[in-house]
């Protein structure tokens, strides 16, 4: 089965530039997605189509992608964004996750 | 405003049965897919399937393929998940959440807990 593969921890201090990325076989030729989920809330979407921000979504989310890595940049850090990323994208008609990344701000 | 509101934490014994709903609100409840999404406690997000609520095409994940039954009543716009015997390793939130086919969910409801346990 298609595999989607985070790390599963990045720090950063505040104000610095958190990069975290997500892997998969072909996911040069697919569509790659990233939700924030902080604690006790449901996920929300923060970059579809690999690099377009939802309305709402501030301009430090961005998103990029280079061969089969997606990466999920947020310039100038902020503590409100210490929270669980997740990347996703469909393969065979199905939805795949990674495993999720944990950001911390310290 | 689109709004999907879940229905409320349940706890059941191992073997019972359940179905929980997500109604959908400010938009074609009929016109776009939604997706149902499990987080055990600690865990990561798991795509367990999706539903069109217009016509019930159902795509189950391999994963919950005969587990899990998912359903829609596209004329109270709501959209339902259930389990014919519970089973402890059930015990997890679930997230419905108005999903793109080859794109992303842009909408999630606020979850329904669910406790198995004896």
């Known amino acids: 089965s298609y595999e989607l593969t985070q790390p599963p921890s990045v720090s950063v201090s505040p104000g610095q530039t958190a990069s975290i990325t997500c892997s998969g076989d072909?996911?040069?030729?697919?569509?790659a997605c990233w939700y924030q989920q902080k604690p006790g809330q449901s996920p929300v979407l923060v970059i579809y189509q690999d690099s377009r921000r939802p309305s709402g979504i501030p301009e430090r989310f961005s998103g990029s992608k280079s061969g089969d890595t997606a990466t999920l940049t947020i310039s100038g850090t902020q503590a409100m964004d210490e929270a669980d990323y997740y990347c996703?994208?469909?393969?065979?008609?199905?939805?795949?996750f990674g495993g999720g990344t944990k950001l911390t701000v310290l | 405003e689109v709004q999907l509101v879940q229905s409320g934490a349940e706890v059941k014994r191992p073997g019972e049965s359940l179905k929980i709903s997500c109604k959908g609100s400010g938009y074609s409840f009929s016109s776009l897919w939604i997706g149902w999404v499990r987080q055990m406690p600690g865990k990561g997000l798991e795509w367990m399937g999706i539903?069109?609520?217009?016509?019930?095409?159902?795509r189950y994940s391999p994963s919950f393929r005969g587990q899990v039954t998912m359903s829609a009543d596209k004329s109270i716009s709501t959209a339902y998940l259930q389990w014919s015997s519970l089973k402890a390793s059930d015990t997890a939130m679930y997230y419905c959440?108005?999903?793109?086919?080859?794109?992303?969910?842009?909408?999630w409801g606020q979850g329904t807990l669910v406790t198995v346990s004896s």
């Open positions: 959440a108005r999903q793109d086919t080859n794109g992303p969910a842009d909408y």
């Open positions: 072909k996911l040069g030729n697919k569509y």
């Open positions: 996703q994208a469909w393969d065979s008609s199905t939805v795949v």
């Open positions: 539903i069109y609520p217009g016509d019930s095409d159902t």
